[in-house]
C-alpha cells in the first residue's frame, strides 16, 4: 500500500463530472525538533510519529550530553526557551530539566 495524503479541494475534471477523490490514505508523520544557538549553530532532529514529552525528553537528554562535550562550563551562560507546546510539561520533562 503506497501512503501518502490527498487534500486536494480542486482539480481537472471532465465537464459535469464532479470532483471526487476515492480513497484516501495518509503518511507516517515525520515530526522535527530543533535547537537554535546565538552563535548560529542548529542542533535538530527528524523522527517518525508523534512528538510527545518522552521523544522530547529524549532530544533534550542527547542535545545536554553534545553540550557538556563541547562545552563544559555552557551552563552557566545559557538559558533554554520552550514554547508552550504541551509535550514540554510532564513527567519527562521535569526529570531532565533538573
Known amino acids: 500500500m503506497v501512503k501518502f495524503t490527498d487534500h486536494r479541494k480542486r482539480g481537472w475534471v471532465p465537464k459535469l463530472k464532479p470532483n471526487q477523490v476515492t480513497s484516501k490514505a495518509t503518511l507516517v508523520s515525520v515530526n ?14 527528524a523522527n517518525c510519529g508523534i ?25 552557566g551562560h545559557s ?3 520552550l514554547d ?12 531532565v530539566m533538573n
Open 32 to 45: 522535527l525538533i530543533a535547537a537554535l544557538c546565538s552563535t548560529g549553530e542548529m542542533y535538530f532532529t
Open 51 to 75: 512528538t510527545n514529552s518522552e521523544t522530547f525528553c529524549f532530544f533534550l537528554a542527547k542535545l545536554v550530553d553534545h553540550l557538556d562535550a563541547s562545552d563544559p562550563t555552557w551552563r
Open 79 to 81: 538559558v533554554i526557551m
Open 84 to 95: 508552550n507546546a504541551s509535550y514540554h510539561r510532564g513527567a519527562y520533562t521535569a526529570g
